[in-house]
């Protein structure tokens, strides 16, 4: 008799009718077992990972579905757990429950795997699904281009991808800069050209037509208990923009940039192609 028969046995008597129905649920959840593939997900660390990266264009309607779906499972499973812990050793033997400890171990199981994951994609996701709502708020900054900065670094950049847009004081001149020179100090051998106005314009015109200004703030990798994390991979990257009625601003790591910013920047290099 496990122990919790035998706590089972000195509880006060249930209504009838109703534990009847609680011990038929009972079997037919033994018999008709949900199989909520989230639960599943929640126990492979490379799934769980994906699915984080997948919050940035995931809709927001889908992951209320399926995090509705584990909450459910769980409540599901506290039944179970709190049901089989009140059988008693006499409806055991009435209703044929021997199989009771196995569905019980399934849902503890269930629950003691699963559960931290769960907390951190919640955790990650729900970050994530903040800064889309906030960046799909913002609009486009009216005026002129005052200083723009786009750059990839990391690993798979052993060659800096640098491109400075901003106005020389002394000139007045529109000026787009290069990287600095790894090997030399000398800032005039920094690639560098002069821009027309017709450039600013196409730049904005740009960022207006790929929505930089709704991009997140931030991409980044989700940091997961047991998951290892990923080398390589994607440039870290940042794009700022100051125009004169505000600023636009995002940045990832270890992310592909957003398809507007590489748009500008294989712009911009064909200006300095014949400076470099």
Not at 216 to 236: A, D, E, H, M
Request: glycine share 4%; hydrophobic share 30%.
């Amino acid at each position: 008799m496990t122990v919790g028969i035998l706590h089972a046995n000195n509880l006060p008597k249930p209504n009838k009718k109703q534990r009847k129905a609680d011990i038929q649920r009972l079997i037919d959840m033994r018999d008709h077992p949900v199989h909520n593939p989230m639960i599943a997900l929640l126990q492979d660390g490379d799934q769980c990972f994906d699915y984080c990266m997948d919050a940035y264009y995931r809709s927001e309607e889908q992951y209320a579905k399926d995090t509705s779906a584990v909450r459910e499972t769980y409540r599901q499973n506290d039944w179970i757990m709190s049901m089989c812990h009140t059988l008693t050793e006499k409806e055991v033997a009435k209703y044929h429950l021997e199989w009771f400890p196995m569905l019980m171990d399934k849902a503890e199981r269930e629950m003691s795997i699963t559960n931290n994951r769960f907390k951190e994609v919640t955790q990650f996701c729900d970050k994530i699904y903040a800064m889309r709502r906030q960046a799909a708020a913002q609009t486009m900054p009216t005026g002129k281009i005052k200083h723009l900065i786009y750059e990839e670094y990391g690993s798979s950049r052993p060659n800096p991808v640098y491109y400075e847009i901003k106005i020389d004081p002394s000139t007045g001149k529109v000026m787009l800069y290069g990287p600095e020179n790894r090997h030399l100090d000398e800032a005039e051998k920094r690639p560098q050209t002069t821009l027309s106005e017709d450039v600013l314009n196409t730049i904005r015109q740009m960022m207006e037509e790929h929505k930089i200004y709704q991009e997140p703030s931030s991409f980044y990798r989700p940091i997961l208990t047991g998951v290892p994390p990923v080398t390589g991979g994607p440039p870290s990257w940042h794009f700022t923009c100051e125009l004169e009625g505000g600023k636009v601003s995002t940045s990832g790591e270890q992310m592909s940039p957003p398809r507007g910013c590489t748009t500008i920047a294989n712009y911009l290099s064909t200006f300095l192609k014949n400076h470099e």
